[in-house]
């Protein structure tokens, strides 16, 4: 309640406090936030900073924010830290994802539970045996919200890199035997997909006591699946906002 | 997968090298204590049971609950041994297994009394580490997560979601400035408590991974049976009511489970 004398402005995020909704949903791509603020009511442009681009809209009466992250956990970070900061409760990442053990298929729609912390950043905010979980009430809801919506989506853990190259190209790479083996036993430990933030989406919401998810798309970004995408997330909020007001 | 994961190894026999159990003597769905002394206690809130083994810390015995096929089997205390319990287990047919344990307090608001549902653990263990690197989330299964809240909800319980903390060494936790690598036992609780993590025991980060692998269901309840920072501890009338609370807990949670032949 403090907030509005603690904060003005913060360093990156081209809004400040009483300008985000409680839920927010994080995509990477800046240019993916129009498309899915198009699923909202009423979407306005508050601004856009570096890679942080945020509008504001509304889905049956409840205020949601879109505000992207960039690529990476390092300016995800940012992007958490600040959103927070200014009052967000709810952070629910919209992303494109690789397959990991081949359970996931191009065009599946993945909502993680957890995440492989094969990140720098989250190292920086807890010691690595710690591990990256999504809210439960979060997963719950985003599984509910598809079924509902009859979009078939798979649950699992994903695995949040920092070298998008290392990835898909990892025999180029002078670790290449050190990425092959830790490949491998993502995959025989039953991860799904491969993306680049929710390990410091998760660790970092943790930490502030706000709520995460993620929903992911293997392989696929066109305009269909960020729709899909959106509909899941935001019906989600839909039912944790009626939950909220029981 | 449990067939395929143990072919032509010391696992590949009919009965089991540690948990002296073979196909037919468990249920889908097991009940974890650490404590073999503890397992004829979570029996007696079954409909009935029968002891099928009792070798070295694992006593097992298998029963039916509200007419749910249902086992019990203790673990002993550490990552180690149930490793090994989880490993055999799933080679004779468990696939739900549900850790039942007591837990220190690490937040102001984890009270004795109060039961921890883990959604994830901290791997400050030794054994996961041996299964998948440790950057790998300790995760429990959100379906039996889900169940267990419900279950907790339905009776009224007092009750915490979230992560807790799993650890190799009991007199590292509670006297850490008696350790030789006190500075970091000490540095790393305090992450771990500003991290907002609730309870810390000894088993559930190796349960979940190892449950990852085996593409098991896993789950855990932890009863905060004490408080160092309060210097609080259930009393032996209080311990037994909370228990009994836990099992029944677990018990109601195992009928959302669909039974698997």
């Avoid at chain 1, 993620?214 to 729709?227: F, H, R």
């Avoid at chain 2, 429990?140 to 650890?167: P, R, T, W």
Wanted: aromatic content about 6%.
């Amino acid at each position: 309640m403090n907030r509005v004398q603690k904060v003005e402005q913060v360093k990156h995020l081209p809004i400040k406090f009483g300008e985000v909704a409680r839920y927010v949903i994080v995509p990477g791509d800046p240019n993916r936030v129009p498309l899915i603020a198009n699923n909202l009511d009423n979407p306005v442009h508050q601004g856009q900073n570096r890679e942080f681009n945020a509008y504001k809209g509304s889905y049956k009466g409840t205020e949601i924010s879109v505000v992207s992250t960039g690529i990476g956990c390092p300016s995800t970070a940012i992007a958490v830290e600040e959103l927070v900061h200014i009052g967000a409760e709810v952070l629910i990442r919209i992303g494109t994802s690789g397959s990991v053990d081949n359970t996931a298929k191009k065009g599946d729609i993945f909502i993680a539970t957890a995440a492989v912390r094969d990140d720098g950043t989250s190292k920086q905010y807890m010691p690595i045996e710690f591990p990256a979980v999504a809210s439960h009430h979060v997963v719950e809801n985003l599984i509910k919200s598809s079924k509902h919506l009859q979009i078939e989506s798979l649950v699992g853990v994903c695995q949040s890199k920092d070298s998008f190259f290392g990835e898909v190209e990892p025999e180029r790479m002078p670790v290449a035997p050190y990425l092959d083996s830790k490949w491998k036993a993502w995959q025989g430990g039953g991860v799904g997909a491969s993306e680049m933030e929710a390990a410091t989406l998760f660790t970092l919401s943790h930490i502030k006591r706000v709520q995460a998810g993620a929903v992911l798309a293997v392989e696929v970004s066109d305009i269909d699946t960020v729709n899909k995408m959106t509909k899941i997330v935001i019906e989600a909020i839909n039912y944790m906002e009626e939950a909220s007001n029981v | 997968m449990s067939d395929e994961n143990s072919k032509g190894g010391l696992l590949d026999t009919p009965i089991q090298y540690h948990i002296q159990l073979k196909k037919g003597d468990v249920s889908d769905f097991v009940i974890l204590p650490g404590d073999p002394g503890r397992v004829e206690f979570i029996a007696e809130h079954f409909d009935s049971a029968k002891l099928v083994a009792d070798n070295r810390e694992y006593k097992t015995m298998t029963g039916t609950y509200k007419g749910r096929p249902v086992t019990v089997t203790s673990t002993g205390i550490g990552c180690p041994s149930t490793a090994i319990a989880v490993e055999e287990l799933a080679n004779v047919g468990v696939n739900t297994f549900v850790r039942l344990g007591t837990s220190g307090a690490m937040q102001e608001h984890t009270r004795i009394g109060d039961k921890v549902i883990a959604t994830g653990a901290v791997r400050y263990e030794g054994t996961s580490v041996q299964y998948m690197p440790i950057e790998f989330p300790a995760v429990a299964s959100h379906d039996m997560v889900s169940a267990l809240i419900s279950s907790a909800k339905s009776s009224n319980l007092s009750h915490h979601v979230g992560i807790v903390q799993s650890k190799d060494s009991f007199y590292g936790q509670h006297n850490p400035e008696g350790m030789p690598i006190a500075a970091e036992l000490l540095q790393k609780w305090d992450a771990w408590v500003k991290g907002g993590v609730l309870c810390s025991e000894m088993e559930a980060a190796t349960l979940f991974v190892v449950g990852s692998y085996r593409k098991l269901r896993t789950g855990a309840v932890l009863l905060v049976a004490g408080d160092q920072a309060r210097g609080e501890a259930l009393t032996k009338e209080e311990y037994h009511q909370n228990m009994t609370e836990s099992i029944n807990m677990i018990l109601e949670a195992s009928l959302d489970i669909k039974v698997e032949e």
